[in-house]
């Protein structure tokens, strides 16, 4: 995955193959905006269970629902995955 403040490309290994999105169209958008918000009408939730902290933002624009989860683990809070 490659952004550039406007645009991002998205490289499939697998099938050799790349695609060009608008970054305003992802969920991207959450974490590369110019002001990253984990607080306010955007944070709609967080989950601790113990090993791991969960968080959920989402955004509503012109170009639909954005969604992003994050889960952290808990003591290095190292970025596990995300959907």
Sequence with gaps: ???DGKSVVIYNK???TSRLYA???TPLKLLLDDKVEFS????????DDGAQVAIKLADKSVFG?????MIFDKKSLTLRRWT
Aim: glycine share 4%; net charge positive.
């Design 65 to 69: 629902n954005s969604n992003i989860t």
């Design 40 to 47: 306010g009408s955007r944070l709609k939730s967080i989950k």
């Design 23 to 25: 970054l305003s169209k």
């Design 1 to 3: 995955m490659i952004a």
């Design 14 to 16: 697998k099938l050799k």
